[in-house]
């Protein structure tokens, strides 16, 4: 054994999953290795059986392709770091956020048995399925009613993301799967059940999408509100919360001839892939908000008292460390919409251009744009193509765009989403501190930081200087620097964070002139964002009602 000692993080994304070996002593990524899921996300056909449509609004997976990533990004991260497995004394693990599925009693999930390959309530439900949105509107209505004292917590609203609405969607959907499965459990301590054989709770992905607060779940009596042969809910969600940082078990024989890790090595108490960043940017302090920012986007805060701030997506005691409130919220797409406008919306004449300079049409559409005065391009959007996660938490909210004409190019187009990207980040910035959430710190994480337009402008409408994460792994690192944790290398996530977390303090701070300017754009996106937003006109929902009848469901 070497003097040196490493930890190894395990970031599962939406797409893929990550491994990390990173040095205790200083944060020093080693080794990495990507594997990506064989299935993807499946949100138009089951493809993991026979092909069959999927109704709108899912968004499911399969389990087997997170084992993978255990069998195959391990082993290659291991080997590429040239570390031996007797050095690594810890594991962490990080999840996109409230991506659950129903098991047996072993953690066996329910879509793996042959009797339920073709039922889609059988498999994951990713963080971005919505298929129960009336559920989650029936949770608010009941919880609204009773008066419960843990709705103001969630802002007073509730995501069709969390894990009840979608637990609720089964019970309605198909009542065998509900009936049979023993949990419903989250991915985060799925992933951690696989290695360790202990099933253990995690504090923050508990509190935030399962409505855990104060030690517990809502009652049995109000599940039993919901609908009364929904009241042994309650039993499919309990199991021992464990809070980060913690050690949660240690890595099993079966799971060592996975990964190639030594039997016995501590893992830590899972975490949400957006949260588990803030310690890999020395966010842990309070008043620092961690801004995750790819496909979707989260922020994420902490601070020293309970407050409640309409529209957001949570806060929960000891969410983000322990001994601080942790703050949530976020837009449910944000690289996505970008990604969206590139692949279905750019003419082939743009993709020439870009295949002929050997560059993205991203990198191409943000030049295009960048030589373009503020509000040049005269457009306004609304960044709510996969519904608004936070203020408004809505998922029947769609896309918008005012002011096209015909002399409207690709390029401003794509400069007005961008933009609205950066409207809904500072609408989320003020609905914050304007609650008593202070804000000192704004630090960037996530694969959106290569565009160095973007986060310029994302200083510029916030007026907030902009920190950036000093690595690409944010998620891996800090699911290792917890991994150290656990297993007893520091005695706390600060003290681990500020021994190998990173950052790059004020990578971009606001133009006043280019604020100014984009004061005038706000203005007008704020307008729109409460007319369609707050009930002023609900043609969002009608269309998309339409859509459901016209598509048959």
């Given at each position: 054994m070497s003097d040196e000692k490493y930890v190894c993080g395990i970031d599962y994304g939406t797409l893929s999953g990550r491994a990390i070996i990173v040095r205790v002593s200083d944060g020093k990524e080693m080794g990495t290795a990507v594997h990506e899921y064989r299935h993807a996300v499946m949100d138009r056909v089951l493809s993991a059986h026979k092909g069959e449509p999927l109704p709108p609004e899912f968004a499911l997976q399969y389990p087997e392709d997170y084992i993978e990533v255990l069998k195959i990004a391990v082993p290659e991260a291991i080997r590429n770091s040239g570390v031996k497995p007797e050095d690594i004394i810890g594991v962490g693990t990080d999840f996109t956020s409230a991506t659950v599925m129903p098991t047996d009693a072993n953690g066996w999930p329910l879509c793996q048995w042959q009797e339920y390959a073709g039922r889609p309530h059988a498999y994951v439900k990713l963080w971005k399925h919505h298929g129960g949105q009336a559920e989650a509107d029936q949770i608010i209505e009941v919880a609204r009613k009773r008066g419960e004292n843990w709705l103001p917590r969630y802002g007073d609203t509730l995501s069709s993301e969390f894990m009840l609405p979608k637990l609720l969607e089964t019970f309605h959907k198909d009542r065998e799967i509900y009936d049979r499965m023993t949990y419903f459990v989250d991915a985060v301590d799925w992933i951690v059940w696989q290695l360790t054989g202990n099933y253990v709770r995690s504090a923050g992905a508990t509190g935030y999408k399962a409505l855990y607060q104060d030690g517990k779940f809502p009652s049995r009596d109000f599940f039993a509100d919901l609908d009364p042969e929904f009241a042994d809910a309650l039993d499919k969600l309990e199991a021992p919360v464990g809070q980060l940082g913690d050690k949660a078990g240690e890595i099993t024989a079966e799971?060592?001839?996975?990964?190639?890790?030594?039997?016995?090595?501590?893992?830590?108490?899972?975490?949400?892939?957006?949260?588990?960043?803030?310690?890999?940017?020395?966010?842990?302090?309070?008043?620092?908000?961690?801004?995750?920012?790819?496909?979707?986007?989260?922020?994420?805060?902490?601070?020293?008292?309970?407050?409640?701030?309409?529209?957001?997506?949570?806060?929960?005691?000891?969410?983000?460390?322990?001994?601080?409130?942790?703050?949530?919220a976020g837009q449910s797409a944000v690289g996505d919409i970008f990604a969206w406008f590139v692949k279905n919306c750019v003419p082939e004449s743009y993709q020439d251009e870009a295949d002929g300079r050997g560059i993205s049409l991203h990198q191409l559409l943000t030049e295009k744009a960048e030589k373009q005065n503020i509000g040049e391009h005269g457009l306004i959007a609304l960044d709510w193509h996969n519904g608004n996660r936070s203020i408004l938490v809505d998922t029947n909210l769609s896309g918008l765009m005012i002011g096209q004409t015909l002399t409207t190019t690709p390029e401003d187009q794509y400069r007005a989403l961008l933009e609205a990207t950066a409207f809904g980040f500072r609408t989320i910035i003020e609905s914050f501190t304007s609650n008593g959430v202070e804000i000192t710190e704004v630090i960037a994480a996530g694969g959106l930081l290569k565009n160095k337009f973007l986060m310029q402008m994302y200083s510029d409408v916030t007026r907030k200087p902009l920190s950036l994460a000093d690595t690409g792994y944010a998620g891996a690192l800090g699911s290792a620097i917890h991994g150290a944790v656990a297993a007893g290398a520091y005695p706390n996530v600060h003290t681990a964070a500020a021994a190998m977390g990173k950052k790059i303090p004020n990578a971009y701070t606001p133009n006043e002139e280019a604020s100014a300017q984009y004061d005038k754009l706000f203005a007008e996106y704020t307008l729109l964002h409460d007319y369609f937003g707050r009930g002023g006109n609900k043609v969002m929902y009608r269309l998309k009602d339409i859509k459901r009848q016209a598509m048959g469901h």
């Open positions: 799971a060592a001839a996975w990964t190639g890790l030594k039997a016995g090595t501590p893992v830590s108490v899972g975490n949400i892939d957006a949260h588990v960043a803030t310690p890999a940017v020395q966010g842990v302090e309070n008043g620092q908000l961690t801004a995750s920012l790819g496909t979707s986007a989260v922020y994420v805060v902490s601070g020293p008292e309970l407050r409640e701030v309409p529209g957001m997506f949570g806060v929960v005691d000891g969410g983000l460390v322990k001994g601080a409130w942790g703050f949530e």
